[in-house]
């Protein structure tokens, strides 16, 4: 059974940072795409990051590009999501999911591409 437990989620002030983790079990992070979007209150769940299975790609929503970076440690079986320069509009419940292995950029991008997800963990930009 796969599961994905998101931590490191909490209160920040504009312009400071945090880092995300998701811990996976049940299936190897280095063997299947992942990735992390996020639903802030009224609004549908959005794409913010994903690294392909071979984790030598990454890719960023343009709302987040420049400011975020998605990276793996396929030792711990985790992923991580460094967010610096947080602005008010990053506030979210932040997911972490799995996907396919051969999925391209573009699936990836697509939440209905992914096969398990986590429960969530909250990010609120204070400003």
């Known amino acids: 059974q796969v599961q994905l437990v998101e931590s490191g989620g909490g209160l920040v002030e504009a312009g400071g940072s945090l880092r995300l983790s998701c811990a996976a079990s049940?299936?190897?992070?280095?063997?299947?795409?992942m990735g992390w979007f996020r639903q802030a209150p009224g609004k549908e769940r959005e794409f913010v990051s994903a690294i392909g299975w071979t984790g030598l790609s990454t890719y960023y929503s343009e709302a987040v590009k420049g400011r975020f970076t998605m990276s793996r440690d396929n030792a711990k079986n985790t992923v991580y999501l460094q967010m610096n320069s947080l602005k008010r509009e990053d506030t979210a419940i932040y997911y972490c999911a799995q996907s396919g292995r051969y999925y391209t950029e573009q699936v990836l991008r697509l939440d209905s591409k992914y096969d398990y997800w986590g429960r969530g963990t909250q990010v609120t930009v204070s400003p």
């Open positions: 049940g299936r190897a992070v280095s063997s299947f795409a």
